[in-house]
T-cell receptor
Framework: NAGVTQTPKFRVLKTGQSMTLLCAQD?????MYWYRQDPGMGLRLIHYSVGEGTTAKGEVPDGYNVSRLKKQNFLLGLESAAPSQTSVYFC??????????????FGPGTRLTVT | GQNIDQPTEMTATEGAIVQINCTYQ??????LFWYQQHAGEAPTFLSYNVLDGLEEKGRFSSFLSRSKGYSYLLLKELQMKDSASYLCAVRDSRGSTLGRLYFGRGTQLTVWP
């Protein structure tokens, strides 16, 4: 049981390049989330999904797209990377009802630098 | 909107007790979380309060007052490994954003020997 995994762990992009971050969970969770974490800013929600085939915008969705074709995978895409997207990206998941706590389980993060 | 405020930094010595406060002003409230995050690692769940009062879990306790928009995390018998960032997060109750978490900026706790 690996929990939540993220690929890659580190990446350096040039401005204008594109890439996809992959999040996978093996806990059969319905809900999945993408956050970014910047110094002094806390975690901010980019996009989220409440089930396979559904996605929704969070607080800071501009410049990102997502897809949830399979329940266990949640992909975050950057079509044209910008230096402002330099950040640490965390994926999280939770079951529909988490025994009353609604705890989100986080992946290890992807550190992205855009030059 | 959501406004969550917590101190940026705190320091304490090993064996001591520290209280990390979190105040919030939200449009919809359905519970408050505390997460711990060590440098370079993922946040890990510590506690969840949805009703007023104190929840105790080993060395860690969390308190909530919904009428005051206030929570605190209490860490007892501090250990060096408790040096980390502590994140306060509020769960939204509104229909369109139900269940979403809004995070504070985190409190960096340093424990000295």
């Amino acid at each position: 049981n690996a929990g939540v995994t993220q690929t890659p762990k580190f990446r350096v992009l040039k401005t204008g390049q594109s890439m996809t971050l992959l999040c996978a969970q093996d806990m059969n969770h319905e809900y999945m989330y993408w956050y970014r974490q910047d110094p002094g800013m806390g975690l901010r929600l980019i996009h989220y999904s409440v089930g396979e085939g559904t996605t929704a915008k969070g607080e800071v969705p501009d410049g990102y797209n997502v897809s949830r074709l399979k329940k266990q995978n949640f992909l975050l895409g950057l079509e044209s990377a910008a230096p402002s997207q330099t950040s640490v990206y965390f994926c999280a998941s939770r079951p529909r009802v988490a025994g009353g706590t609604y705890e989100q389980y986080f992946g290890p993060g992807t550190r992205l630098t855009v030059t | 909107g959501q406004n969550i405020d917590q101190p940026t930094e705190m320091t304490a010595t090993e064996g001591a007790i520290v209280q990390i406060n979190c105040t919030y002003q939200t449009s919809g409230f359905n519970g408050l979380f505390w997460y711990q995050q060590h440098a370079g690692e993922a946040p890990t769940f510590l506690s969840y309060n949805v009703l007023d009062g104190l929840e105790e879990k080993g060395r860690f306790s969390s308190f909530l007052s919904r009428s005051k928009g206030y929570s605190y995390l209490l860490l007892k018998e501090l250990q060096m490994k408790d040096s980390a960032s502590y994140l306060c997060a509020v769960r939204d109750s509104r229909g369109s954003t139900l269940g979403r978490l809004y995070f504070g900026r985190g409190t960096q706790l340093t424990v000295w020997p």
